[in-house]
């Protein structure tokens, strides 16, 4: 059974960066096509990037392009979100989360718990 | 990007009585590989979403058979035929045509 753990709440300063991660248990991450997405308190999903495993690049969104930047440890399965010159405009809760159905018409079919990111001077 | 338009917002539903929620792309999800990239994903208070619907049509692994999802083109349908008290949360479309693949605003479902 898959499981994936994400590490814990983090409060950081406009301008810093996050770093967040994801541990897969139950499956190595190299089998996985991992994603992430993030909720804005009270607010809906937001795609960020993911991992295309067919031609092994990461593909950011757009929004996020020069900001955000998406890595795998496979020696401990651990994958990692960094997100850049925060803003409180990126206080939200980001999930990883596992694609299925190939590239690139991934949909998320299991999720981490979500880590909550507040951006606040 | 193609934007995901959801009604109603919000839904206070009776149990055992049914509930429909509706989902507009502004663009068709039809692929010409033949599918249609649509998904359906319910946020229970307090969790991660979890995947009910793939492809328009086709209920995950362990959803109940009440949930049902369909439609064409840029039109879609989510029914819940006798909605339970676990259903209760935020309902929300999904579209990976293209991408960046896009949420719809969400639906809450409640119960009266």
């Known amino acids: 059974q898959v499981q994936l753990v994400q590490s814990g709440a983090e409060v950081k300063k406009p301008g810093a960066s996050v770093k967040v991660s994801c541990k897969v248990s139950g499956y190595t991450l190299t089998e996985l096509s991992m994603h992430w997405v993030r909720q804005a308190p009270g607010k809906g999903l937001e795609w960020m990037g993911g991992f295309d495993p067919e031609d092994g690049e990461t593909i950011y969104a757009q929004k996020f392009q020069g900001r955000v930047t998406m890595t795998e440890d496979t020696s401990t399965d651990t994958a990692y979100m960094e997100l850049s010159s925060l803003r409180s405009e990126d206080t939200a809760v980001y999930y990883c989360?596992?694609?299925?159905?190939?590239?690139?018409?991934?949909?998320?079919?299991?999720w981490g718990r979500g880590t909550l990111v507040t951006v606040s001077s | 990007d193609i934007v995901m338009t959801q009604t109603p917002l919000s839904l206070s539903v009776t149990p055992g009585q049914p509930a429909s929620i509706s989902c507009k792309s502004s663009?068709?999800?039809?692929?010409?590989?033949?599918?249609?990239?649509l998904y359906w994903y319910l946020q229970k208070p307090g969790q991660p979403p979890q995947l009910l619907i793939y492809?328009?049509?086709n209920r995950f692994s362990g959803v109940p058979d009440r949930f049902s999802g369909s439609g064409s083109g840029t039109d879609f349908t989510l029914k819940i035929s006798r909605v339970e008290a676990e259903d209760v949360g935020v309902y929300y479309c999904m579209q990976s045509i293209q991408l960046p693949a896009t949420f719809g605003g969400g639906t809450k479902v409640e119960i009266k």
């Open positions: 663009q068709s999800l039809l692929h010409s590989d033949g599918k249609t990239y």
């Open positions: 989360a596992t694609g299925a159905g190939g590239s690139p018409h991934w949909y998320f079919d299991l």
């Open positions: 492809e328009v049509s």
